[in-house]
């Protein structure tokens, strides 16, 4: 069966009850037939749900799904997106550790990267995703400070700034220096790339988001392999960021539609995109499906679509951001992404507002910069809707001047 099928198809196993729609399963434990089969449980001799902090039957659905999207042998699922981040580098990192990052990362990954994990004694070192593959071999190899890096960690597309980093390039280095290759898919979905199939250990979700796609509900969730999962799972087992199984019933549910969400999102962004980019009033358009973005190419070759997200920017700062966002009429302001709804945000003052400003300059982070999450509109209305926009707050800002 396709993928499309098996989204839709794959669900936990009818009760005795023959409902049609899987159940939720709204408690804390399960009892056990006798104390043979807790004790079974226990030592794990014996498959079955013990505690929802552990286990539930709707949470295993949603993983189930999302492992087969994913190609993925294993994985685990996590209350929120930065959960599911931060356990899939706790659990793999230790005290004299090194982790290679993308230097274009979700402001809240920086903040674990520096902050968090700089505190138990691992460290760093950012590399650009533009660099070429002799810059992250350099990054990647020993030195006399540090040891060879245990684990490159990226997102591709990243956020805001929708740079690619070349997953098969690192698959050659992963072969050379045995590091653990961890990317963040949460903008491309399992829908338009498989980071597991060009060559990465582990691929990490904000379900959050598109898996989501009508911003209900806060998830995650990291797939992979299966000798990796193991400590993820026994780190989450530990310290507790389960999901909730209402949660992952909503999540589990959302999957089935997830192709048909993503290529609408994919065909509005596209034509916004362009319409923006013939837009005088736009300095510039990052779309990773427009010729004019620079590793178009790279985009083609990992990506079977460009996705939802676009970023623009404006002339006049923050005062003409703050116009523009006045005068749009259907886009909701929020720091959120990956909804029907389209959403715009100005990242310099929400998402990305705690780094400092030498590190918002080397993400290409300025005051006139828009994050577009492209929803699932009649496109034609997003055009107009922006094209008058960005008119009314030109003149606001010649006016003001």
């Not at 294993?74 to 004299?96: H, N, P, R, W």
Request: proline residues 5%.
């Amino acid at each position: 069966m396709q993928k499309q099928t098996k989204a839709i198809r794959t669900q936990t196993p009818k009760s005795l009850n023959r409902e049609h729609s899987v159940p939720l399963y709204l408690t804390s434990s399960f009892a056990f037939e006798s104390a043979e089969q807790g004790k079974a449980l226990f030592e794990e001799t014996e498959p079955g749900n013990i505690y929802s902090r552990f286990s539930n039957p709707n949470v295993s659905e949603f993983v189930e799904k999302v492992c087969m999207l994913e190609n993925a042998e294993d994985g685990i699922a996590t209350g929120t997106g930065m959960a599911a981040v931060f356990a899939s580098m706790a659990a793999l990192l230790k005290s004299g550790d090194h982790i290679v990052a993308c230097r274009a990362l979700f402001g809240s990954a920086h903040q674990i990267i520096t902050q968090i994990l700089s505190k138990w004694g691992i460290t760093h070192t950012y590399v650009d995703a533009t660099a070429t593959e002799a810059d992250w071999e350099a990054a990647i190899q020993p030195t006399a400070d540090r040891p060879v890096a245990r684990m490159v960690y990226l997102e591709t597309p990243s956020n805001p700034g929708l740079e690619l980093v070349d997953l098969a390039m690192l698959a050659r280095l992963k072969a050379k220096y045995g590091f653990i290759l961890n990317v963040d898919n949460c903008f491309a979905t399992p829908i338009l790339q498989t980071p597991l199939d060009l060559g990465a250990d582990l691929s990490v979700h904000s379900a959050t988001k598109f898996m989501d796609g009508q911003g209900r509900v806060l998830g995650g969730i990291v797939v992979g392999r299966a000798d990796l999962i193991q400590p993820i799972r026994f780190f989450a087992r530990h310290t507790g960021p389960s999901l909730s199984p209402f949660n992952a019933w909503v999540l589990s549910k959302s999957l089935e539609t997830l192709d048909l969400r993503m290529e609408r999102h994919c065909r509005n962004a596209l034509a916004l995109a362009e319409a923006l980019d013939a837009h005088p009033e736009v300095d510039r358009v990052l779309y990773p499906f427009l010729p004019s973005h620079p590793q178009y190419e790279l985009a083609k070759a990992q990506m079977s679509a460009g996705g939802a997200i676009i970023t623009i920017e404006l002339e006049g700062g923050f005062d003409r951001v703050s116009a523009f966002f006045d005068a749009l009429q259907i886009p909701t302001l929020s720091s959120n992404l990956g909804d029907s709804r389209t959403i715009v945000t100005n990242p310099n003052t929400t998402t990305h507002a705690k780094l400092k400003p030498d590190e918002k300059a080397a993400l290409g982070i300025t005051p006139g910069l828009i994050r577009i999450s492209v929803g699932l509109e009649a496109v034609e209305d997003l055009i107009a809707d922006f094209g008058q926009a960005l008119t009314v707050s030109a003149d606001i800002v010649k006016e003001r001047a």
